[in-house]
């Protein structure tokens, strides 16, 4: 339960980062914050208390495993968030270029 | 980049990126498969770029070369499924797009899950190429950017 | 094992904090690396190989992408004085976040507690998962077999984000007159 609270904890800070701070690397350091507050969530979700690592042994097959399905998701989650991310600092990097600067009010007063 | 960067680098990109080669040809026994494979084979080649980066003078062909391998992997990845799906009909299966038609072997052997240890060498590439192109344009595009 | 957990994110979200509140980007961006990390931890203590296995890499992939951007351009934040009419949006995304964490407080309770979780919908994968597909790693066999649907979707995403990237860093400026 704990957890749970300080994961959404950590979600909020990103939101927080997105939707006040001004500099576009700083949203998008709270974007990825967020995605990495899912990860966990996800994660902790699935975990079962004394299991063992999705991996079937050749000798002891069998026990307690944790959950695969959310694990499986998020292998998936984290790439694409890698490449999101990615294209998001391309857009940075293209906007600085044009206006010298990464403050998103000056970049909405200025005319293109 | 000093000399004690580069050496190690000469040293350890070797072993990385054929750690990413066990990786994914082991990828349906142990830990690891496609995605950790490609993060790690690209994770070798920027290691180079970042300690050789202003003797290498062929980014351009690295980054052409990358984005084709990405390409190629997203294509035997599609081949690959698009494969099951008509060699089913043919041995006799039910028609399923991603249908594990080959023999599932013993389950433990290197050899064995059918069409998985494929599938995975074809995201490993797909990884691989696209993280590695991701960086290379970068510092392609804010390297010309400076001078 | 859940104390080591707790002690983990309390860190992570300092970390968060203060990338958040830096006056430097680039020690934002550092700062930023502690949450990555903290991370990779925590899914090694949650018995996840794999995802560590990736996270550890793309977490150094992306900090080195995001120093390259910040070296070239500025890495100076906003320096201006914040107008007082703004402190009253402060005041109110904070009421927000508070209701927000109670209403999530709120609907968690149908969730099972932590580390009691029942694996409704994967027992099926975790009994004969091993048998359908030969993989011993079930994490690859439901990610190549059982959900092959999503991990084409997801390397098509892949695809697209880099044409994307290349299409917007290789565009030139239009020239004014």
């Given at each position: 339960?704990?957890?749970?609270?300080?994961?959404?904890?950590?979600?909020?800070?990103?939101?927080?980062?997105?939707?006040?701070?001004?500099?576009?690397?700083?949203?998008?350091?709270?974007?990825?914050?967020?995605?990495?507050?899912?990860?966990?969530?996800?994660?902790?979700?699935?975990?079962?208390?004394?299991?063992?690592?999705?991996?079937?042994?050749?000798?002891?097959?069998?026990?307690?495993?944790?959950?695969?399905?959310?694990?499986?998701?998020?292998?998936?989650?984290?790439?694409?968030?890698?490449?999101?991310?990615?294209?998001?600092?391309?857009?940075?990097?293209?906007?600085?270029?044009?206006?010298?600067?990464?403050?998103?009010?000056?970049?909405?007063?200025?005319?293109? | 980049?000093?000399?004690?960067?580069?050496?190690?680098?000469?040293?350890?990109?070797?072993?990385?990126?054929?750690?990413?080669?066990?990786?994914?040809?082991?990828?349906?026994?142990?830990?690891?498969?496609?995605?950790?494979?490609?993060?790690?084979?690209?994770?070798?080649?920027?290691?180079?770029?970042?300690?050789?980066?202003?003797?290498?003078?062929?980014?351009?062909?690295?980054?052409?070369?990358?984005?084709?391998?990405?390409?190629?992997?997203?294509?035997?990845?599609?081949?690959?499924?698009?494969?099951?799906?008509?060699?089913?009909?043919?041995?006799?299966?039910?028609?399923?797009?991603?249908?594990?038609?080959?023999?599932?072997?013993?389950?433990?052997?290197?050899?064995?899950?059918?069409?998985?240890?494929?599938?995975?060498?074809?995201?490993?590439?797909?990884?691989?190429?696209?993280?590695?192109?991701?960086?290379?344009?970068?510092?392609?595009?804010?390297?010309?950017?400076?001078? | 094992?859940?104390?080591?957990?707790?002690?983990?994110?309390?860190?992570?979200?300092?970390?968060?904090?203060?990338?958040?509140?830096?006056?430097?980007?680039?020690?934002?961006?550092?700062?930023?690396?502690?949450?990555g990390f903290g991370l990779v931890?925590?899914?090694?203590?949650?018995?996840?190989?794999?995802?560590?296995?990736?996270?550890?890499?793309?977490?150094?992939?992306?900090?080195?992408?995001?120093?390259?951007?910040?070296?070239?351009?500025?890495?100076?934040?906003?320096?201006?004085?914040?107008?007082?009419?703004?402190?009253?949006?402060?005041?109110l995304g904070f009421i927000f976040?508070?209701?927000?964490?109670?209403?999530?407080?709120?609907?968690?309770?149908?969730l099972s507690e932590f580390g009691?979780?029942?694996?409704?919908?994967?027992?099926?994968?975790?009994?004969?998962?091993?048998?359908?597909?030969?993989?011993?790693?079930?994490?690859?066999?439901?990610?190549?077999?059982?959900?092959?649907?999503?991990?084409?979707?997801?390397?098509?995403?892949?695809?697209?984000?880099?044409?994307?990237?290349?299409?917007?860093?290789?565009?030139?400026?239009?020239?004014?007159?």
């Open positions: 339960m704990t957890l749970f609270i300080l994961c959404i904890t950590l979600f909020c800070i990103g939101l927080y980062g997105v939707l006040v701070k001004r500099n576009l690397i700083k949203i998008i350091i709270g974007l990825a914050l967020v995605e990495y507050s899912i990860n966990l969530f996800l994660i902790l979700i699935g975990y079962i208390k004394g299991g063992k690592a999705p991996i079937v042994e050749k000798a002891a097959e069998g026990g307690i495993f944790v959950d695969p399905l959310p694990q499986a998701m998020v292998l998936t989650t984290i790439v694409i968030g890698v490449a999101t991310t990615g294209l998001l600092l391309a857009i940075a990097v293209r906007l600085y270029k044009k206006y010298g600067t990464f403050d998103i009010q000056k970049i909405k007063e200025l005319k293109g | 980049m000093t000399i004690i960067v580069k050496k190690i680098t000469q040293i350890i990109a070797g072993p990385i990126f054929l750690y990413g080669l066990y990786i994914v040809a082991q990828g349906h026994l142990s830990p690891g498969g496609g995605f950790a494979a490609g993060s790690f084979i690209a994770g070798a080649f920027i290691l180079l770029v970042l300690a050789y980066g202003d003797k290498l003078r062929h980014l351009k062909t690295e980054e052409f070369e990358s984005s084709l391998i990405e390409t190629l992997g997203i294509l035997f990845f599609i081949i690959t499924a698009l494969g099951a799906l008509l060699l089913s009909i043919r041995l006799g299966f039910i028609p399923v797009f991603f249908k594990n038609f080959l023999t599932k072997g013993i389950p433990g052997n290197l050899f064995s899950a059918g069409i998985i240890p494929l599938l995975n060498i074809a995201v490993g590439m797909e990884v691989g190429g696209a993280l590695f192109t991701i960086f290379l344009e970068f510092v392609i595009r804010s390297s010309k950017e400076g001078k | 094992m859940e104390t080591l957990l707790i002690i983990l994110l309390l860190l992570m979200i300092a970390g968060a904090i203060y990338a958040l509140e830096a006056k430097d980007l680039l020690s934002a961006v550092v700062s930023f690396g502690i949450v931890i925590c899914f090694l203590l949650l018995q996840a190989p794999d995802l560590a296995i990736v996270q550890v890499v793309v977490e150094v992939l992306v900090l080195v992408i995001m120093i390259a951007v910040i070296i070239n351009t500025t890495r100076e934040e906003i320096k201006e004085k914040i107008p007082r009419s703004t402190y009253i949006y402060y005041i976040v508070v209701g927000f964490i109670y209403l999530f407080a709120v609907s968690i309770q149908g009691k979780h029942s694996t409704r919908m994967a027992t099926e994968y975790i009994k004969n998962g091993a048998v359908k597909t030969g993989s011993m790693n079930l994490v690859s066999g439901v990610v190549l077999d059982f959900r092959g649907y999503d991990t084409l979707g997801e390397i098509t995403i892949l695809f697209t984000a880099v044409v994307g990237i290349l299409t917007i860093l290789r565009l030139k400026g239009r020239k004014h007159e």
